[in-house]
């Protein structure tokens, strides 16, 4: 892209460089989040004569969106229901989003995948390396909170089709600074809902939720019908995104599919979570955490299987659906833990598997969270009508990633992650963070 440079607010955020451009292969650019229209009003954005135009076009009345009610969809045949063309993938650089980016890039070649994602401390340009030289991928670095960059973004790429992974994700955090992951789950939500509704050319908007919507106090398994009563910070802005989409499906008639997920494991999380933070843990040859009795209960699915079954929401899914995203495989934090130290301490022979007690030496129990959710188990009834389950068994995966943790050439795209290999990590609440929180375009 040429044009003239991005005009930044005075708050210190990044210009935008070109990390990577080429014709033919993938790219990289780099947009900072504080990227704001020039004081007259005009876009910043090269390009920006062709996004007034289609913005007034979309304001004529050409939007396709038709009113849906949320939820009602249950998409039990299987059928092919959205063939996408470009595809604005949020959060790519994370954990869900760039395994999900990587199947789409090889098995669609067809497909254009946009990666927007600001690289937080837990995503990673690393986690994308692999797709730089494919044609049909590209990358830009930039906030889903910037209206003006996905202005932009939607009509220059000729998006029709939203998959929204962004998020702030650790539910450790949120206990601390709730406030960011408002800023970034619900008004960055928003703000993208909206981008999208104005633009109206969108024919699939796909918006990430989780397992933790319907709270955790419960054994009984809820269907998709289930009330939500989310009970921690994290959980809570899930939710309020849910809302803030489902008014857009019900009200305006873009075309949502929601999804709520069990907890994802695999390569390429960032090691604050649970599984994640033990192995690369128990590899260094250090204790493992485990909050309160570890008798908490969570379901696992590995990440190549959910990127499977993102895949197949994508299209198979009736728009206006919701679906559970589940596993059979529920297991207690502290089980988990003891697999890990049996697979670290004697990883090919069972025969010299360590006792419980003796798993137990390798372990530091820490107090509880301020709250936290005994189990999630979710009803996958409707998901598996569209013919996903998954493949992977919790053994196996758990294996794979534990050997992944134990390299260490895979922990340095992040860096400073040493620093939350601790009991309850927190994020950095130093001034820019604050800062960044109440920006507003
Ligand atoms: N990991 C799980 O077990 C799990 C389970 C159910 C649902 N989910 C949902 O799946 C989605 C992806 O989760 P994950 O585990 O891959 O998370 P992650 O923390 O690994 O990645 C999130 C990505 O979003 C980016 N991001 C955050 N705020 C942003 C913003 N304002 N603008 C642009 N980018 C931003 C981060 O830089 C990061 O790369 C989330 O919406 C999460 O709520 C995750």
Request: glycine fraction near 10%; hydrophobic fraction near 35%.
């Amino acid at each position: 892209m040429t044009g003239r440079p991005f005009r930044v607010s005075g708050r210190g955020r990044e210009p935008v460089t070109a990390m990577r451009k080429t014709g033919s292969t993938g790219s990289f650019l780099s947009v900072g989040a504080g990227v704001t229209p020039g004081a007259d009003g005009a876009s910043a954005y090269p390009g920006a004569g062709d996004v007034h135009m289609l913005g007034e076009e979309a304001a004529k009345g050409e939007t396709k969106h038709a009113r849906v009610e949320m939820g009602t969809n249950q998409g039990s045949d299987g059928a092919l229901k959205h063939q996408p063309k470009c595809i604005l993938l949020t959060g790519g650089a994370g954990f869900i989003g760039s395994h999900v980016a990587e199947r789409l890039v090889h098995r669609y070649p067809e497909y254009k995948i946009v990666v927007l994602d600001r690289l937080d401390y837990c995503g990673a340009p690393e986690n994308l390396r692999e797709l730089e030289q494919c044609s049909n991928f590209k990358f830009v670095r930039g906030d889903i909170r910037s209206k003006s960059l996905l202005d932009y973004l939607l009509r220059a790429e000729q998006i029709d089709t939203v998959m929204h992974f962004a998020a702030s994700t650790h539910v450790d955090n949120s206990f601390q600074s709730s406030i960011s992951f408002t800023s970034n789950n619900v008004l960055g939500t928003h703000v993208l809902l909206e981008c999208a509704r104005e633009y109206g050319r969108i024919q699939r908007f796909m918006h990430v939720s989780t397992d933790e919507v319907y709270g955790g106090e419960t054994d009984m398994r809820n269907t998709e019908e289930s009330m939500l009563a989310p009970t921690n910070p994290y959980a809570c802005t899930k939710a309020a995104a849910e809302f803030i989409c489902r008014a857009y499906s019900i009200s305006y008639g873009l075309p949502i599919v929601m999804t709520r997920g069990n907890n994802v494991y695999g390569p390429r999380q960032y090691p604050d979570k649970l599984i994640a933070k033990s192995a690369t843990l128990l590899a260094m040859g250090k204790h493992a955490f485990i909050h309160g009795d570890g008798r908490h209960r969570r379901s696992y699915i590995y990440v190549v299987d959910c990127a499977e079954a993102f895949d197949v929401i994508l299209h198979r899914a009736e728009t206006g659906g919701v679906y559970n995203l589940g596993s059979e495989q529920e297991i207690s934090n502290l089980d988990v833990v003891r697999r890990l130290v049996r697979l670290t301490n004697s990883p090919s022979d069972s025969a010299a598997e360590l006792s419980d007690e003796e798993c137990d030496r390798w372990i530091d129990f820490s107090v509880d969270r301020a709250f936290n959710d005994r189990r999630y188990p979710v009803d996958m009834t409707r998901l598996q009508g569209l013919g996903w389950q998954p493949r992977t068994q919790f053994a196996d995966g758990l294996a794979q990633t534990a050997q992944w943790y134990a390299d260490p050439a895979n922990l340095v795209r992040w860096p400073g992650f040493l620093n939350k290999l601790v009991a309850h990590p927190a994020l950095d609440t130093n001034g820019a963070n604050t800062e960044q929180l109440f920006f507003i375009e």
